[in-house]
Every structure is written in C-alpha cells, then in structure tokens.
C-alpha cells in the first residue's frame, strides 16, 4: 500500500486543518486506517484510528473531542480533521495502514512520508 499525506500547513492557535492521505496499491478496505504524529525530538505517537468499514474509530486523550478521522473508501481516503488547534499539535503528522485495528505503532505495516503541521500562539 503506497500512502501520501496533503493538507499540512501554518495555522494559529484556535484554527482547524483538515489532513488526507490517499492509498493505492491494496484494496483499501483490507485495512485499518490511523494518524500518528511525531513532534521534534519526541517519539512518534498515536492520535487516532479508523476501522475498515470506519463504524469505529478511537483517539489519544491529548486529541480527543478536536479531532475526528474519517474515511471514503469510494475514493481509498483517510482524513483527520483537526480543529481548536494548540502549539503542542505541532508534528509532522503520518497516515499509516494496517491489517487489525488498533492504536500501537507495531499494529501498523505501511506508513506514508509525513506532513508537517505548524499551530503558531
């Protein structure tokens, strides 16, 4: 599975985003979907996660309530809509794919190449 990331950019504090990652390569519904993220000289960390038929989804606590992933599986989509943005969402933000549902970074097989996401105070 091949996974591009877009929608990454400059936003002040308070504002929204809204990432995609566009799969190919595989049946998309074959997998989970989820956004990890990774902050400068930090671990890369779970924000949240899709199922296959996208009936369930889960979400870090630090995102929870701002955040909401979502899938097209008609256009092989994942999106994560960020809103009420903070400087600590600041990360280069990764899709990734995998074949169970879940929210460790070991759960998931491929990975796209990042989009940074930059929340200005």
């Known amino acids: 599975v091949h996974l591009v990331e877009s929608g990454g950019g400059l936003v002040q504090a308070g504002g929204s985003l809204r990432l995609s990652c566009a799969a190919s390569?595989?049946?998309?519904?074959?997998?989970?979907m989820g956004w990890f993220r990774q902050a400068p000289g930090k671990e890369r960390e779970f924000a949240a996660s899709i199922s296959w038929g996208g009936g369930r989804t889960d979400y870090a606590d630090s995102v929870k309530g701002r955040f909401a992933i979502s899938r097209d599986n008609a256009k092989n989509t994942v999106y994560l809509q960020m809103n009420s943005l903070k400087p600590e969402d600041t990360a280069v933000y990764y899709c990734?794919?995998?074949?169970?549902?879940?929210?460790?970074?070991?759960?998931?097989?491929?990975w796209g190449q990042g989009t940074q996401v930059t929340v200005s105070s």
């Open positions: 990734a794919a995998a074949p169970i549902w879940g929210t460790r970074l070991y759960d998931y097989t491929y």
């Open positions: 390569g595989s049946t998309f519904t074959n997998y989970a």
